[in-house]
Nanobody, 116 residues
């Protein structure tokens, strides 16, 4: 059974950094290699929004509000996608989810809280 497991969330002060990880377990390497993995976030009362996405061999996509602060990357051999978040702001506070386009699968989410 394929699962996406996020980790790395936590509470930090504004200006701090976190690195989120999304590990795909049970996924064949060739499938993961070609899969588009996205990081999304959802703050209370808001809709879930795309933060960044990555597909092997194509340019990464980052939402305008995080460009220059967040960086998505992947290690296919580890079946893991990362989201490096620097210069965090209180408005980045949300539950962060990763998503597999190939499997239409969501992880359970990890909470990020940024205090001013």
């Amino acid at each position: 059974q394929v699962q996406l497991v996020e980790s790395g969330g936590g509470a930090v002060q504004a200006g701090g950094s976190l690195r989120l990880s999304c590990k795909a377990s049970g996924m064949i390497l060739s499938v993961f290699w070609s899969d588009t993995i996205g990081w999304y976030r959802q703050a209370p009362g808001n809709e879930r929004e795309l933060v960044a996405s990555i597909t092997s061999g194509t340019p990464t996509i980052h939402q305008d509000s995080v460009k220059g602060r967040f960086t998505i990357s992947r290690d296919n051999t580890r079946r893991t996608v990362y989201l490096q978040m620097d210069g965090l702001k209180p408005e980045d506070t949300a539950v962060y989810y990763c998503h597999s386009a190939a499997r239409q699968l969501w992880g359970q989410g990890t909470q990020v809280t940024v205090s001013s």
